[in-house]
Structures are given as structure tokens and as C-alpha cells.
């Protein structure tokens, strides 16, 4: 296993160094430009960077889950194509299809890191809260690391 590298500058447990706890940190960030050896990337990541790095870490940790690419932008006759196969405007991006005891799955709604960069939509709002009224956990995250976070106590910390 290569080693892994924190972000988080403010955290003692690395001091820059090879990460021990990275797989149980929410605030750990996979720096996977390093692993590749390509300079860090710098600036305010896109809505599809911050997906990509949660669809890594979710693979990672061996999740039954999906990413609904609702996002895209067509034509007005392919969306309309879309929406009448069951395409719902402000559906969440991502789905952890597993149970916690409590909820029967979770959803996760991901917007850039930035909150003034980033727009929820009052569809995503309605979807976000028909989910929990129907028995499912559902969240807005900024930032693929408040994803992670959400995650992981959605599953008790594990």
C-alpha cells in the first residue's frame, strides 16, 4: 500500500508525514495527485473533483453505492427523453445502498466545498426531506470531506 498524505494541515496526528489514522479520519484528504506524481492540485475544487474523490473513497471502503448523474446538461429533447424515463429534477447525486438499523439506506446530495460557490435547488431541498420523512438518512454536503464525514457516522463512526 503507497503511503497516503494529509491535507489537513492543522492535524497532529501526521505533521505532514504518512497518515496511520487515514482510514478512520473524516478530515482525511486522498491526495491522489501526489500518489500519481503530479503537483497538488490548488484552488477551489469543481462539484466533479469533489465526486470523484468520494467515489474513490467510497470504493475504498468496499460501499454498495452509486452515483445518479442527474447533473448533466442536453438538449431540451434529450432531457425531455430523460425526464419521461424517470429522470427527476433535484434528485440526489449519490446513494449508499445500505442499511444502518435505523435508516434503510443514504442519500447525499454534493456541492463544491465552497458553499458560496455552490446552489441547492428548492428540488433538492423537497427530495432531501421527502427521503428522511420515507425512512432514508439524506444530506446536503459541501465538500467531499463533509461527505465522508456524514458517512461515517452514518455507519457509527466505522
Known amino acids: 500500500?503507497?503511503?497516503?498524505?494529509?491535507?489537513?494541515?492543522?492535524?497532529?496526528?501526521?505533521?505532514?508525514?504518512?497518515?496511520?489514522?487515514?482510514?478512520?479520519?473524516?478530515?482525511f484528504k486522498w491526495d491522489i495527485d501526489r500518489e500519481k506524481?503530479?503537483?497538488?492540485?490548488?484552488?477551489?475544487?469543481?462539484?466533479a473533483q469533489e465526486q470523484e474523490e468520494f467515489a474513490a473513497w467510497c470504493d475504498a471502503k468496499g460501499l454498495l453505492w452509486v452515483h445518479i448523474?442527474?447533473?448533466?446538461?442536453?438538449t431540451a429533447r434529450v432531457m425531455g427523453e430523460l425526464e419521461r424515463q424517470g429522470m427527476?429534477?433535484?434528485?440526489?447525486?449519490?446513494?449508499i445502498a445500505e442499511s444502518n438499523g435505523k435508516y434503510h439506506g443514504l442519500f447525499i446530495e454534493l456541492k463544491r466545498a465552497k458553499k458560496h460557490l455552490s446552489r441547492?435547488?428548492?428540488?433538492?431541498?423537497?427530495?432531501?426531506?421527502?427521503?428522511?420523512?420515507?425512512?432514508?438518512?439524506?444530506y446536503i454536503c459541501?465538500?467531499?470531506?463533509?461527505a465522508k464525514?456524514?458517512?461515517l457516522e452514518y455507519f457509527g463512526g466505522k
Open 1 to 27: 500500500m503507497s503511503a497516503k498524505y494529509c491535507k489537513e494541515y492543522r492535524c497532529e496526528a501526521n505533521n505532514g508525514k504518512p497518515c496511520a489514522a487515514a482510514d478512520d479520519c473524516f478530515l
Open 37 to 47: 506524481g503530479n503537483k497538488p492540485t490548488t484552488g477551489n475544487p469543481l462539484e
Open 69 to 74: 448523474p442527474n447533473e448533466r446538461k442536453a
Open 88 to 95: 427527476k429534477k433535484g434528485f440526489p447525486d449519490n446513494f
Open 120 to 138: 441547492v435547488s428548492k428540488e433538492q431541498r423537497e427530495w432531501v426531506k421527502a427521503l428522511n420523512k420515507k425512512g432514508y438518512a439524506a
Open 142 to 146: 459541501y465538500g467531499a470531506e463533509a
Open 149 to 151: 464525514k456524514v458517512v
